[in-house]
């Protein structure tokens, strides 16, 4: 039986790790070939050889309009034509509130989750054109619309990504080609590291211990995890949702009905005793 996305070629951004590698290893499962595109070059090579022939990587800082197009392009020139951008990377951005923000943190979380939004789309459209069709599926955040001080610049970024979904799914519609926007809510992955400074491989660790914070974030009494957003991705992939465009599609267990009261003490006290268990967890495997 043909998977729900036989034949089908996607670019992923941010697919080595936490919502990003659920949705590659779905997308790859239900027949996709697949470019996964990330900064994290040792991960990407081993998924290279984990999917050997489904799956190809291409460096990409997606800060840079080079390595948006670069991945595009090895897509085309490896598996064919483009039928699915999955735009998916990103980080927390500048840490700085309204009274104290820089210009460079600014700009930079901008072109973190702003600029390379419009990028994807804007590389990911030529390809779709000639293969008649195509998805393109973007990442906002709960954080768009559940506003909390100090982080201005990732609010008003991820504000952009669901205008920006909006504008492309007005603006290619005739091309058959669908923009929507998956909203995440609390999920336990690496970019919670972001926030209390964890190192990258700290912040890998920390989603083994955020699980009993998410659970009493959101009124759903479980978790998120990545699986959860690599279902609403494959749906929005695949040709089930092909009269769907336009939609930002919450995924967040309830989150936006009703945050927990004190929810930013809440959220960074649990954020510091996970960075704790893993960081002296990594010390462990160091020293084994």
């Known amino acids: ?15 080595v790790s936490g919502m990003g590698l659920a949705s590659l290893e779905m997308f790859v499962g239900e027949g996709a070939t697949v470019v996964v595109a990330d900064v994290r070059e040792d991960k990407g090579r081993a998924l290279e050889q984990r999917f050997a022939g489904a799956v190809r990587f291409s460096r990409c800082d997606i800060r840079n309009e080079q390595d948006i197009e670069a991945a595009v392009a090895l897509a085309v020139s490896s598996f064919g034509e483009l039928d699915i ?16 923000m ?16 419009a990028l994807c789309i804007k590389h990911a459209v030529p390809s779709m054109k000639r293969r008649g069709q195509g998805s393109i599926i973007l990442t ?15 609010s008003v970024a991820k504000g952009s990504v669901i205008l920006l979904g909006r504008l492309g799914a007005l603006e290619f519609a005739a091309d058959r080609i669908r923009v929507n926007v998956i909203v995440p809510g609390g999920f336990a992955t690496p970019i919670y590291g972001d926030l209390v400074g964890a190192s990258r491989e700290v912040a890998d660790i920390m989603p083994d211990y955020l699980d ?34 336009g939609v930002a599609l919450p995924v967040d267990g309830g989150l936006t009905l009703n945050r927990p009261t004190n929810a930013a003490d809440f959220l960074f006290g649990h954020l510091n005793a996970a960075k704790e268990k893993a960081e002296a967890e990594l010390a462990r495997r160091s020293g084994d």
């Open 1 to 15: 039986m043909a998977g729900r996305l036989e034949g089908k070629v996607a670019v992923i951004t941010g697919g």
């Open 85 to 100: 951008m999955y735009h998916n990377a990103g980080a927390a951005g500048a840490k700085e509130s309204l009274e104290t």
């Open 102 to 117: 820089t210009v460079a943190g600014w700009d930079d979380t901008q072109a973190l989750l702003s600029r390379s939004t």
């Open 140 to 154: 906002s955040s709960v954080g768009a619309t559940n506003l909390r001080p100090g982080t201005p610049a990732y």
């Open 212 to 245: 009993e914070m998410m659970a009493q974030w959101q009124p759903l009494p479980r978790p998120g995890k990545p699986i959860d957003i690599a279902y609403a991705a494959t749906y929005l992939a695949s040709d089930e949702s092909a009269f769907v465009t």
